[in-house]
């Protein structure tokens, strides 16, 4: 399969590229080795966000500024709270992800991808070939060693 862009990596940054490649006419593929979207959709903004907008309004429901007005929290189910997020999550992820891509005429192809060569790449068995690659696999957060920081 040949390509004008691969792009490695299906969260924001993967696909803003892709959509901006497909924009200007170029037959683009989106490879994601997990789940679609990037750390915002599925662990990070989204998720945390809804999560604390659940606790305010069970706190808000027990605390307010109005005299004369009386409400109280009863209780919080957890299960049901995670339920409703995952619900989001898995909503956004389609909404904004693969409906998205789709519409731009942007192939998904899920898989782990693995260069086989600089100019091949292999996805479940499968070669695909292209005039540019783009890597967005995200990243991970570290401290770097700076002399007299805690090492905690």
Known sequence: MTYDLLIIGSGSAGVAAALDAASRGAKVAVIEGGILGGTCVNVGCVPSKALLRAAEAFYRAGHHPFQGIHTRAVRAELPAIIRQKDSLVEELRQEKYAHVLEAAGVSLIQGQAR???????????QVYKAEGYVLATGALPTLPPIPGRPRW
């Open 115 to 125: 260069f086989r060569d600089g100019e091949t790449l292999e996805v479940n068995g």
